[in-house]
């Protein structure tokens, strides 16, 4: 019988460190990927929700989309109320951030017309990983549609 040298150890011990290093930044990289998708989502589904409810007359009333770097607001009225108890907030995951906002006229709110579904403005956002440098960019057209 032969035991395992000390050169030996070590070797596998440097392999499986190597392979698991690998493994968590293909992880992370997934991991990035895959909350940008969710946050591109959740703020696309929330225009759609903001424009639905307006066009459905709920609570007579328009609805409308307030954005900031760490989070977005869909909100009632036709200006945003940080206050309104109301307000139904989606807090963006901790990797992602809206890095620019660019809406027409510099707002950060996007409201839709009652009878029409149009928006307020039109534009563009891009969110950002923070530690993967990956983006996705949303677009919101005239129309109301957020693609």
Do not use: C, W
Request: charged residues 15%; neutral net charge.
């Amino acid at each position: 019988m032969r035991g395992l040298t000390l050169l030996e150890i070590l070797i596998s011990l440097a392999i499986i460190l190597i392979a698991g290093s690998i493994l968590a930044y293909a992880f992370s990289g997934f991991r990035a990927n895959s909350e940008l998708s969710e946050a591109q989502a959740a703020i696309t589904g929330m225009l759609q929700e903001a424009r639905s409810r307006t066009l459905a007359s709920e609570n007579a009333t328009t609805y409308g989309v307030h954005f900031e770097a760490e989070r977005t607001v869909l909100f009632a009225g036709s200006s945003y109320n940080a206050a309104d108890p109301s307000n139904k907030e989606y807090v963006l995951p901790t990797r992602v951030s809206i890095s620019a906002i660019n809406i027409a006229g510099g707002v950060s709110d996007i409201i839709f017309a009652r009878l029409s579904g149009r928006a307020s403005a039109t534009g563009t956002m891009q969110l950002l990983t923070k530690d993967t440098a990956k983006s996705k960019t949303i677009n919101i057209l005239s129309a109301g549609i957020a693609e």
